[in-house]
């Protein structure tokens, strides 16, 4: 059984997006429901179903929930929804080989997906979502070679580890 591959999958609506995170949750975590209420102060996990039912969750609980998840679907929902394209702030750190294999690899399924809907073989939303991903890695490698001659500062390693 193959994992889902998260940075591939893009929501559709505000329901689908927080359905998505608690998938993520239940995946990558191992976290139920009732433990995203938990971590988000929430007194049940009954509120959360409401929320995912209707679509309706309070702004100011929209990161607590992604934090609580692990993944920001909502977010990315909403600004898809604007035409905005996010990406993950870039650490300025050289790119590996498996790093440019990966992006070599979302660049050859999004023309994969283009050549399927040119064909009429593929729905739009899974196309939409090939192409956006591969603009996001992309958009992504572009800043960190932009922030390439001022690194960020590595807190995560010790002196004596260096």
Known sequence: MTGTRWKRVRPTSIPHAMELCIQHAKARHNRSVDSIADLMGQPNKWSIYKWVESGRIPTVLIRPFEAACGISFVTQYLAASDHKLLID????????????????????????????????????EATLAAIDAAMTDLASHRANVERYDQPELDFGTRQDEA
């Open 89 to 124: 702030m870039p650490t300025g750190k050289a790119a590996s080989a498996s790093d440019i294999n990966a992006l070599q690899s979302t660049f050859t399924a999004a023309v994969q997906q283009l050549l399927l809907f040119a064909d009429g073989q593929h729905d739009h």
